[in-house]
């Protein structure tokens, strides 16, 4: 019997901080990730504050956890997308964000940077091709 991969969109909508579900959001992508599945990371809205560099979180007494993002790649993450409108609205641009890379440990293929910024249309399509949509 042969595996069925489901195509799993995980949407990060909030604020790196402050509430729990970026670090929930970020967990549950790794569990994802460990069972095989097509996972993909859209950040909208606030979220797209989850990929930006240099956060300090010492006045707020929190763990950061923003590091983590960029081991994605070895987990097999390999589809992180960035709406471009939610970048502009808060005066940011892809400069602003980590790079995430990724290699095929097969083939040795290597990409230095897997975040991809996308418009709002393509942000559809990407929807409209899941199996499995999770929002946070």
Same mark, same amino acid.
């Not at 994802?32 to 240099?54: E, N």
């Not at 929190?62 to 960035?82: A, C, H, Q, W």
């Not at 230095?112 to 942000?123: G, L, M, T």
């Given at each position: %019997? $042969?595996?069925?991969?489901?195509? @799993? %969109?995980?949407? !990060?909508?909030?604020?790196?901080?402050? +509430?729990?579900?970026?670090?929930?959001?970020?967990?549950?992508?790794?569990?994802?990730?460990?069972?095989?599945?097509?996972? $993909?990371?859209?950040?909208? *809205?606030?979220?797209?504050? =989850?990929? +930006?560099?240099? =956060? *300090?979180?010492?006045?707020?007494? %929190?763990?950061? #956890?923003?590091? &983590? @993002?960029?081991?994605?790649?070895?987990?097999?993450?390999?589809?992180?997308?960035?709406?471009?409108?939610?970048?502009?609205?808060?005066?940011? &641009? =892809?400069?602003?964000?980590?790079?995430?890379?990724?290699?095929? @440990?097969? +083939?040795?293929?290597?990409?230095?940077?897997?975040?991809e910024v996308i418009d $709002?249309?393509?942000?559809?399509?990407? %929807? !409209?091709?899941?199996?499995?949509? #999770? $929002? #946070?």
């Amino acid at each position: %019997m $042969s595996e069925v991969v489901k195509k @799993f %969109m995980y949407l !990060n909508r909030k604020a790196p901080y402050g +509430t729990i579900y970026a670090w929930e959001a970020l967990e549950v992508v790794l569990i994802g990730a460990a069972f095989d599945q097509d996972v $993909s990371v859209m950040f909208l *809205d606030d979220g797209v504050y =989850q990929l +930006t560099k240099g =956060q *300090d979180t010492k006045a707020i007494g %929190m763990k950061n #956890f923003s590091p &983590t @993002f960029r081991t994605l790649g070895d987990y097999e993450v390999k589809k992180i997308f960035v709406d471009r409108a939610s970048l502009e609205a808060r005066g940011l &641009t =892809q400069d602003d964000l980590v790079e995430i890379a990724w290699e095929d @440990f097969e +083939t040795e293929e290597e990409i230095e940077n897997i975040v991809e910024v996308i418009d $709002s249309a393509r942000v559809g399509e990407l %929807m !409209n091709e899941s199996d499995a949509i #999770f $929002s #946070f």
